[in-house]
């Protein structure tokens, strides 16, 4: 995930876990698409200016599905 503020400075950091791991097999031979949570901590994307951020940028590799449902931002 790329975080760029108002001046262009831009932050990455990259996610990973078990929260990336799709599908999850249910052992019944087929699969299900489960909701996780995968975390960037805020103060991981240093040099960008958290209160003035303009665009999120999500980055993905190789093939599959993604299901977004929220991103939220705290401290």
Known sequence: MTLTDGTGRNATVTASGP???YPVPTGHGSTNFLLH???GPLGAF???DLR???S???HFTGRGAVG???LTFGR
């Open 46 to 48: 240093g040099g960008v």
């Open 68 to 70: 977004l449902t929220d």
């Open 56 to 58: 999120v940028t999500l």
């Open 19 to 21: 929260a990336l791991n």
């Open 37 to 39: 949570q995968v975390r």
């Open 52 to 54: 003035a951020v303009r």
